[in-house]
C-alpha cells in the first residue's frame, strides 16, 4: 500500500500469483480481473479480486448476472466513473472478440461498511452475433 508516497508492504496479504491480468482503479479500490498462473499457461482466471488501499483488505467477488468467459491478455479501462470495460483476450483454447461491461456500484452495508457491487450490465460477441455495424471500418 502506498501512503505518503512510499510503499509499503500490506501485512498478512498474498494474492495468488498471475500474469496477464488486468487491474482497474476504481476510486480506492484496485480491481483485477482474469490472468493466468505463471505455472500454467492453458489455465485461465475468470475471478475478480478486489483489494481495498484504504483498509488493506482483499476480497474475491462474483459478478451478477452472467459471467464472461475466464480470460487472459485483455483490456479494461474505466467508463464513466462506474463501468469497466473488458475486451478481447484469450481463454487457453481460442481469441476472444466480445465486449463486457461491468457496472460498479459502491453502497454501505447496516454496519455502515462499504459494500461493492459488480454487475455484468451488457455483453456482445462480434463471432456469434455477425453485426455488420461493427465491419467495414475504414481510414478517412
Not at 459471467?67 to 466513473?81: E, G, T, V, W, Y
Request: charged residues 20%; proline residues 4%; hydrophobic residues 30%.
Amino acid at each position: 500500500m502506498m501512503q505518503n508516497r512510499v510503499w509499503k508492504e500490506i501485512p498478512n496479504l498474498k494474492p495468488e500469483n498471475r500474469c496477464y491480468h488486468t487491474s482497474t482503479l476504481f476510486q480506492h479500490y484496485i480491481i483485477t480481473y482474469g490472468g493466468n498462473p505463471p505455472e500454467n499457461q492453458h489455465k485461465c482466471f475468470y475471478d475478480l479480486k478486489i483489494l481495498n488501499l484504504k483498509t488493506g483488505s482483499l476480497e474475491e467477488f462474483t459478478l451478477k448476472g452472467d459471467q464472461p468467459s475466464q480470460r487472459k491478455r485483455h483490456s479494461a479501462c474505466l467508463f464513466n466513473l462506474n463501468q469497466i470495460i473488458i475486451f478481447g483476450g484469450y481463454d487457453g483454447k481460442k481469441l476472444l472478440h466480445d465486449t463486457a461491461i461491468v457496472s460498479v456500484e459502491q453502497t454501505t452495508r447496516n454496519n455502515h461498511s462499504p459494500l461493492i457491487t459488480l454487475t455484468l450490465s451488457f455483453h456482445f460477441d462480434i463471432q456469434k452475433n455477425h453485426d455488420n455495424r461493427w465491419r467495414g471500418f475504414r481510414k478517412m
